[in-house]
């Protein structure tokens, strides 16, 4: 019986030996992966592991909707969360000032105070601003709104950070420093309306299209100190690069760059 005894304890012994030996399955680390997405990507499978997102709310033009943009909202709420410094769930603006277009738009203000005076539906620096604010205000409680309820996601403005997507395939005015300005205008009255429902505002763009669309940034415009999210790389390294740029508007961080990977876009948070 002392015999069998031991070798029960031996046989024991091993089997614990062998388990220990044997390292464990280590969960796998959460992605830092971020993802944007907007009407292009409608009908298609989005990723399922991503540590945040950022959803267009416009089909392409600030006068257009997303047409899934409640789908897009829920897989965004649906991200790990798994890089504090970015929220789960952004969202962005197309943006645009067809002011040297305006007989042939619909949209274009014709009356409204503003920082720069008032606006009488001219071609003005007034206008600029006061149809900034109203591509805003429309973004938000004809698009957004709707499809977060939709979606059964927050549909508070405050809780998310709102980017700009400011990019020269939309309509711009040029020729002066005049026309810059008008460009700011628009930009600082989307920025206003946002930020009055308590939204945080970003900006998105290369720096070369934002000198071309924008120019500089005085020190008195709500744009100054606005986190940048730069577009325009072409790897994860490119992209990590990036984020040592200067930042598209004056005090600001570079705090994203995106990336294109597989035909999708990527971002790679910079803090």
């Known amino acids: 019986m002392m015999h069998a005894l031991r070798s029960v304890v031996v046989v024991a012994l091993a089997a614990v030996a062998t ?6 399955t280590a969960s796998a680390a959460p992605t830092t992966v971020g993802y944007d997405v907007s009407y292009p990507q409608c009908g ?13 709310v416009n089909g392409g033009l600030s006068t257009r909707t997303n047409p899934c943009l409640a789908a897009q909202l829920g897989w965004a709420w649906g991200a790990s969360g798994s890089v504090p ?18 007989a042939q738009v619909t949209t274009w203000p014709s009356r409204g105070a503003t920082p720069y005076g008032l606006c009488n539906g001219a071609n ?7 149809y900034g604010w109203e591509r805003a ?5 004809a698009f957004f709104t709707p499809a977060a309820r939709a979606a059964r996601v927050d549909s508070r403005p405050a809780s998310y950070l709102w980017w700009l997507d400011v990019e020269t395939m939309n309509t711009w005015q040029s020729g002066s420093p005049e026309a810059l ?13 946002l930020t ?9 763009s290369t720096g070369q299209q934002w000198a071309q669309i924008v120019g500089a940034v005085p020190a008195g415009s709500n744009l100054t100190g606005r986190d940048s999210w730069l577009a325009g790389a072409t790897s994860l390294a490119d992209a ?32």
Do not use: I
């Not at 991503?50 to 959803?55: D, I, P, S, Y």
């Not at 410094?85 to 305006?102: C, I, M, S, V, W």
């Not at 205000?137 to 409680?141: F, I, K, P, R």
């Open 19 to 24: 388990l220990l030996a044997v390292p464990g």
């Open 44 to 56: 298609t499978t989005l990723p399922q592991d991503r540590a945040f997102a950022v959803v267009g």
């Open 85 to 102: 410094a970015q929220p789960r769930a952004q969202l962005y603006l197309n943006t645009a000032n067809p002011g040297e277009l305006r």
């Open 124 to 130: 003005t620096t007034a206008c600029s601003w006061q």
């Open 137 to 141: 205000q429309n973004s938000v409680d």
């Open 181 to 193: 300005a008008r460009n700011r205008a628009a930009l600082e009255g989307m920025t206003t309306f």
């Open 196 to 204: 009055t429902r308590g939204g945080r505002v970003g900006v998105y």
């Open 240 to 271: 990590q690069a990036s984020c040592s740029k200067p930042a598209l508007v004056p005090g600001g961080r570079v705090t994203l760059t995106q990336y294109v990977q597989n035909n999708l876009d990527r971002n790679q948070s910079c803090r």
